[in-house]
Every structure is written in C-alpha cells, then in structure tokens.
Nanobody
C-alpha cells in the first residue's frame, strides 16, 4: 500500500515561485516512479514531470521544462516540484502519483500510475 500526501499549494501572484511536496509512505525496499500532474477546471489532467525513485532520472513535459523542476529527498521519501515564474494559466489542482518501477525509471503515461495523492490547489492571481 502506498500513501501520498501533497502539500505546499496556495495563492501566489504572477511571477512568484512555489514548491510543492509529496510525502510517500511505501513498503521498505520497494521502488516507484513518481509523477506530478495538474488539472485545471474543465480540463483534462496534464502530465508535468516524472522522477525516478533514485532521484537520478527526471523527465519534464515540454510545456513546463525550464520553469518547473522535480526533485527527490531520498532520506525523507519526499518528492518536490519547484515551480518558478508562475502564470495565471498554472492555476490548477496539482497531484503527485506513484507506480512500482525499477529504481532509475520514470513514467510519462498517466494511466500507468497506480497511486494518487489528494491534490493541492495552486492559484496564481494578482
């Protein structure tokens, strides 16, 4: 069983930065590919980034590459999404997700994720 708890969302102004956290409770010795997604009202859920359980491999969607960065604290089993230069169109509920994979593997296909957090709201508005 995997439990994911996101935090760090909030209301920010355009141009601000925000860092989201996702604390993962997993079975000892297991490894997962971790992903970040978002869903704006009336829109489909969108893939943003994936990071391997080792933290050494990442993939960022072209739409956010250069502004958003995924990282992982292995000691805390926590993944982060650093978001810079936020824009109003970044307003959405942000989710982290996990799926069992080899330690250096990333996964970019949303339907391959088995476990999801509850989401955290990010609102970018002046």
């Amino acid at each position: 069983q995997v439990q994911l708890v996101e935090s760090g969302g909030g209301l920010v102004q355009p141009g601000d930065s925000l860092r989201l956290s996702c604390a993962a409770s997993v079975r000892t010795g297991s490894s997962y590919a971790m992903g970040w997604f978002r869903q704006a009202p009336g829109q489909e859920r969108e893939f943003l980034a994936s990071i391997s359980w080792s933290g050494t491999t990442t993939y960022h969607a072209p739409s956010v590459k250069g502004r958003f960065t995924a990282s992982k604290d292995n000691a805390r089993n926590t993944v982060y999404l650093q978001m810079n230069n936020l824009k109003p169109e970044d307003t959405a509920v942000y989710y982290c997700a996990a799926t069992p994979r080899a330690i250096h593997t990333v996964v970019v296909i949303m339907t391959q994720y088995d476990y999801w957090g509850q989401g955290t709201q990010v609102t970018v508005s002046s």
